[in-house]
């Protein structure tokens, strides 16, 4: 009789953790956009999708669920595996919204399979995978970088803008402070790589971010063509 009792208490406990494991455990999520130009703009460079060059636009990196100390959750749920199936009707606004830039080239498949495995997954208990995908899509459309940067006078043209006017130029526009990303290109010049927003676990909201990310930029970085 113990020994039945000690083997339904473990396997509670098995069910507990793994409720656990799956249920809603994190803060906030970043929006992480980035330049494509910045990207291919490096030593590491770039190769454009099979689909062909992306346009001249900020491309989605990643909605990652993060703790407000800093820390993130990853890789959550092995047994929900990235299914295309489930986005089909998603796929052409990824390829427009969320490229790959990665060699060698593909249609992007592997890189949104990444993302949904590393950070979608842990954020599975509010969010279907499509909603996850679709959540992001829908915060690029709502918050215009390129457009926002323009109307300020802030143009992709490889000069050098201060790193306090294009934060405050996305800042006046959104009303949330951004957090900016610099990558150095092939000459080890910093510039502009990505943009982080924060938004609330609804995947809806963009709110102040709790924290923010490590890494700094100068007070002056390129801006550069793609």
């Given at each position: ?12 406990i098995?069910?507990?953790l ?10 906030f ?38 703790y ?20 089909s ?65 802030i ?52 709110i ?15 801006f550069?063509?793609?």
């Amino acid at each position: 009789m113990k020994s039945n009792q000690s083997f339904f208490i473990k396997l509670l406990i098995i069910q507990c953790l793994t409720v656990v494991c799956f249920s809603q455990d994190f803060d906030f999520f970043y929006l992480v956009q980035q330049w494509p130009g910045s990207y291919c703009d490096s030593k590491q460079s770039c190769c454009y999708p099979t689909t062909g060059k992306p346009d001249a636009d900020f491309g989605i990196h990643g909605l990652w669920p993060n703790y407000e100390d800093g820390s993130y959750p990853s890789n959550c749920d092995s047994s929900n595996p990235y299914d295309e199936s489930k986005i089909s009707d998603l796929i052409r606004s990824m390829q427009e919204e969320w490229p790959t830039l990665a060699c060698p080239s593909g249609n992007g498949s592997k890189f949104w399979a990444h993302e949904w495995d590393k950070h979608g997954t842990c954020s599975e208990s509010l969010l279907s995978q499509h909603q996850y995908f679709e959540a992001a899509l829908d915060l690029k459309k709502d918050v215009d970088l390129l457009q926002i940067l323009k109307k300020a006078g802030i143009r992709a043209n490889g000069e050098s803008y201060t790193l306090n006017n294009i934060k405050n130029a996305i800042k006046d526009a959104v009303g949330i402070t951004p957090w900016i990303e610099c990558n150095v290109d092939s000459s080890g010049n910093s510039q502009l790589y990505q943009v982080y927003l924060c938004v609330d676990t609804s995947g809806k909201n963009i709110i102040e971010c709790p924290v923010m990310p490590r890494g700094k930029c100068g007070s002056s970085i390129e801006f550069p063509a793609f």
